[in-house]
């Protein structure tokens, strides 16, 4: 249910009605824009028949909202969701892109390909400290050494950091480091983690699962914006079907569908899309070509070398050329990197 106020409702009507939906047992869920103010109901809202909330101060409107997803929902937000990390504003006109090492190696290497991707035009470092692996005796990333390593890395190139949380335990000391916190596929459903993190104030990347259809992973992003965090960057990266010339096949018409039912930024991981380093370049022209907010790459200084997903990763020079590449492709849909 939301209830929209009237142009002239004061803050005390507001708050009034906030109260009073408090007082029912209900969550209500603010949502304060240029002209209007607008407050989800989360909970049993039949109980509201009973209230007349059409009468309360203030109130303009009462109307249902009919996805199963309610906070997420355009029904719920008509504008678009920018989200500032550091200065870096995704969901807006400007596209970013996000690049850096599938997995922390060394510092060394790190900062190299740190300082490499700002200098093409990325303005956000991921790389993973804690890596999630189908198999267990794979590499499974260097843990809080690794975080250590982000940070020295962000410290010397003014980067903020993406990487991935994989256990609830480990929340507390990845928000010590990390600007966004990202949920990986195999994770998306992971309702427990969902709703930690979104107890938190950053930042969250959500990954589209291996099998997930777009409602899945709205409703993830739900639990998340339920617990309060509605700072959230939905990710696709590729789902698994029949096909096998590719790792995962890359649902480009996601990003498009994702912007008509929801508020939330939308980035496209083309990477783990398709699984070979080559055709990253073409699904990321393809991607911002179809309203994608940004883009979240692999680069590493020697793929061949590397403990997690080298066939898939670009080397800065070939990362160097693809920034230019899509600053084109950018202009071309009226947006700007």
Same mark, same amino acid.
């Given at each position: 249910m939301i209830v929209v106020m009237s142009p002239e409702a004061t803050e005390q009507e507001i708050s009034h009605v906030v109260q009073k939906i408090k007082s029912l047992g209900l969550t209500p869920h603010a949502e304060k824009g240029e002209v209007r103010t607008v407050i989800a109901i989360i909970g049993n809202v039949a109980i509201l028949r009973e209230h007349s909330p059409e009468a309360w101060p203030g109130v303009e409107n009462v109307m249902p909202i009919m996805k199963p997803y309610k906070l997420v929902s355009r029904e719920f937000q008509k504008? =678009?969701?920018?989200? =500032?990390?550091?200065?870096?504003?995704?969901?807006?006109?400007? %596209?970013?892109?996000?690049?850096?090492?599938? $997995?922390?190696?060394?510092?060394? /290497?790190?900062?190299? %390909?740190?300082?490499?991707?700002?200098? $093409?035009?990325?303005?956000?470092?991921?790389? /993973?400290?804690?890596?999630? #692996?189908? $198999?267990p005796y794979a590499f499974q990333g260097l843990g809080e050494e690794g975080l250590k390593y982000l940070a020295d890395a962000s410290a010397a190139t003014g980067l903020p950091i993406v990487t991935e949380l994989m256990d609830p335990r480990d929340i507390d000391i990845i928000c010590r480091y990390a600007d966004i916190i990202q949920i990986g596929a195999r994770n998306m459903q992971n309702f427990r983690l969902l709703q930690e993190v979104g107890k938190t104030d950053k930042p969250i990347v959500l990954k589209r699962g291996l099998s997930a259809t777009i409602l899945d992973l709205l409703m993830s992003a739900e639990y998340i914006a339920s617990e309060g965090n509605r700072k959230i960057?939905?990710?696709? #990266?590729? +789902? #698994?079907?029949?096909?096998?010339?590719? #790792?995962?096949?890359m649902d480009i018409s996601a990003a498009p569908v994702l912007k008509q039912l929801t508020?939330?930024? %939308? +980035?496209? =991981?083309?990477?783990?899309? %398709?699984?070979?380093? =080559?055709?990253?370049?073409?699904?990321?022209?393809? $991607?911002?070509?179809?309203?994608?907010?940004?883009?979240i790459i692999e680069v590493h200084q020697n793929p061949e070398d590397a403990l997690c997903d080298g066939p898939q990763s670009l080397k800065p020079t070939k990362f160097d050329v693809l920034m230019k590449e899509l600053k084109k492709v950018a202009e071309a849909v009226g947006r700007s990197m």
């Open positions: 504008h =678009d969701t920018i989200i =500032d990390v550091k200065g870096v504003k995704i969901g807006g006109k400007q %596209v970013h892109v996000m690049a850096g090492p599938c $997995s922390v190696e060394t510092k060394e /290497g790190l900062i190299s %390909v740190a300082k490499a991707v700002k200098a $093409s035009g990325a303005t956000i470092l991921r790389g /993973g400290a804690f890596k999630p #692996r189908t $198999s960057i939905l990710c696709e #990266r590729g +789902i #698994r079907t029949f096909e096998t010339a590719t #790792r995962n096949t508020h939330l930024p %939308v +980035i496209i =991981d083309p990477s783990h899309g %398709v699984g070979k380093w =080559d055709l990253v370049a073409p699904m990321s022209k393809a $991607s911002i070509a179809a309203g994608a907010d940004g883009l």
